[in-house]
């Protein structure tokens, strides 16, 4: 091979580089770098019914103490033993239906 087939070959990978370096350099979506986020700030806000209501002091009205009390512990048993029912065990059958 001539010299200057070898010299350009040595040369090659540090072309290469230099190109994707500037590939890396170049930002080519401003307009969307800049309204990033947008929709998921919008969406949050959107699911708020009212944005003023952790500044509301009056107390709520509903349920006495001892009522919520109870229906609060009745939901919390509820996830001990749903109806009063232990969950039976999940079983599979693997294989054809001969039973052997």
């Keep these: 091979m001539p010299t200057s087939h070898v010299s ?14 500037t590939a890396c350099a170049y930002q ?12 998921v700030r919008l969406a949050m806000a959107q699911q708020v019914l009212y944005p003023a209501a952790a500044r509301n002091q009056a107390p709520a009205n509903g349920l006495d103490g001892p009522s919520a009390r109870a229906v609060m ?8 033993e749903p109806n009063g029912q232990v969950a039976q065990p999940v079983q599979f059958m693997l294989g054809g239906g001969s039973g052997k």
């Design 8 to 21: 350009y070959f040595r040369c090659l990978p540090a072309l290469l580089l230099a190109l994707q370096l």
């Design 73 to 80: 512990d009745r939901y919390r048993a509820s996830f001990v």
């Design 28 to 39: 080519s979506t401003p307009q969307l770098d800049q309204r990033f986020g947008d929709a």
